[in-house]
T-cell receptor, first 118, second 116 residues
Framework: AQTVTQSQPEMSVQEAETVTLSCTYD???????LFWYKQPPSRQMILVIR??????QNATENRFSVNFQKAAKSFSLKISDSQLGDAAMYFC???????????????FGKGTHLIIQP | DSGVTQTPKHLITATGQRVTLRCSPR?????VYWYQQSLDQGLQFLIQ???????AKGNILERFSAQQFPDLHSELNLSSLELGDSALYFC???????????????FGPGTRLTVL
């Protein structure tokens, strides 16, 4: 089974500080997509950042960046200058690069609850 | 607002009953995905439809079924409900099939199902 593991159930960070959320995954595919989704108390799933496995350059979106280590199957999310609005559950997910094979859906980790201390 | 709509927002029903959850994808999106989020199982992919046809199946129970209609909206039918089916059910949509540089999935607000 292709799994996604988030080993930190909860993380806490001071406002304006930097925090890194960890994610590891297992896959037999050579190419795929990795995602970080944010789920605030409203329960809406919001895409934060996406990485294509064949691209070596780490993706960045404003204060959010990833550290993608393909050989280690590691995909961590770094949030810089943490803000109160960043408080949420963060889910790491893996998705296929190519359709077919009955595995078109995203595989999610269990999530990390991020707390921002004012 | 992702552009994906789901109705109803909340649903409370009893064990053994049957319910239907509805999803309207973003304009132009052909793929619809259903996910279940529960405390014990986390977020799980259930099933995907593309342009009216079933495309992929995940951890969907036999008591559950789905379909996508010609106008591309989708319905998830849950029958013989059990207490353990209580969860948040998400619908997501994307332009095409899985993968692709810009084929991200946009999630609806979810339907909260409570089985008593």
């Amino acid at each position: 089974a292709q799994t996604v593991t988030q080993s930190q159930p909860e993380m806490s960070v001071q406002e304006a500080e930097t925090v890194t959320l960890s994610c590891t995954y297992d896959t037999s595919e050579s190419d795929y997509y990795l995602f970080w989704y944010k789920q605030p108390p409203s329960r809406q799933m919001i895409l934060v950042i996406r990485q294509e496995a064949y691209k070596q350059q780490n993706a960045t979106e404003n204060r959010f960046s990833v550290n993608f280590q393909k050989a280690a199957k590691s995909f961590s999310l770094k949030i810089s200058d943490s803000q109160l609005g960043d408080a949420a559950m963060y889910f790491c997910a893996r998705g296929p690069k190519y359709s077919g094979g009955g595995a078109d859906g995203l595989t999610f980790g269990k999530g990390t609850h991020l707390i921002i201390q004012p | 607002d992702s552009g994906v709509t789901q109705t109803p927002k909340h649903l409370i029903t009893a064990t053994g009953q049957r319910v239907t959850l509805r999803c309207s994808p973003r304009s132009g999106d052909l793929s619809v995905y259903w996910y279940q989020q529960s405390l014990d199982q986390g977020l799980q992919f259930l099933i995907q439809y593309y342009n009216g046809e079933e495309r992929a199946k995940g951890n969907i129970l036999e008591r559950f079924s789905a379909q996508q209609f010609p106008d591309l909206h989708s319905e998830l039918n849950l029958s013989s409900l059990e207490l353990g089916d209580s969860a948040l059910y998400f619908c997501a949509s994307s332009v095409g099939l899985a993968g692709g540089a810009h084929n991200e999935q946009f999630f609806g607000p979810g339907t909260r199902l409570t089985v008593l």
